[in-house]
């Protein structure tokens, strides 16, 4: 539901590949997640990330080495609940505190309909920053924000939005939302 940037959406096949999170035959994600690359982007690392829930969710995580330097992506599907999204975003962050520092991108449906980064996300640390994107669900009317991509200060978002067309309204409820970062000098 989210990408990195918006050239994603005007490209053929062939220039992006999935990562291979070795779930089950044929799988492209873990609950509802997945991560594409393009090519010529080294994946250093990918793995599920199980998150404590009430309803089966769950993230992904890859670790990417780019022509541009490290940068670690999180795909997720946050709970419907706020007490397990807070527990979640808790979980990811602990998660994060014992690996080495890289810039990082969490990505994905939050399930939050809270407005504003603050309301949003109560438990991010103030390095993360939320792209504005726009209301991506559901694809009918869409009015809510629940889809996000937040960065932290290693990055920077050039530009940020809600990728609308037929072909998006028939894949998903949701709308995908994409930006343009790059990594600070």
């Not at 690996?99 to 390095?127: E, H, K, Q, V, Y």
């Not at 889809?147 to 894949?171: N, P």
């Amino acid at each position: 539901r989210a990408v990195i940037t918006p050239d994603l959406l005007d490209v053929g096949p062939g220039d992006y590949r999935h990562v291979r999170f070795d779930m089950r035959p044929l799988s492209l994600g873990w609950h509802g997640n997945a991560i594409l690359v393009r090519n010529g982007v080294d994946v250093k690392r990918a793995e599920p990330l199980y998150l404590p829930s009430f309803e089966p969710r769950g993230a992904v995580l890859a670790e990417l080495e780019t022509a541009h330097g490290a940068v670690r992506v999180i795909g997720m599907h946050l709970d419907l609940s706020g007490l397990f999204r807070i527990r979640q975003l808790g979980w990811l962050m602990e998660m994060l505190s014992v690996r080495s520092p890289m810039p990082t991108i969490f990505m994905g449906d939050t399930n939050d309909w809270n407005r504003g980064r603050r309301a949003a996300m109560p438990t991010l640390p103030s390095r993360f920053t939320t792209a504005v994107c726009g209301p991506s669900f559901h694809t009918r009317r869409p009015t809510l924000h629940l889809d996000r991509i937040i960065h932290d200060e290693a990055l920077h978002c050039r530009a940020s939005g809600v990728h609308d067309s037929d072909l998006a309204k028939r894949a998903s409820d949701h709308l995908p939302i994409w930006a343009d970062l790059e990594l600070r000098a």
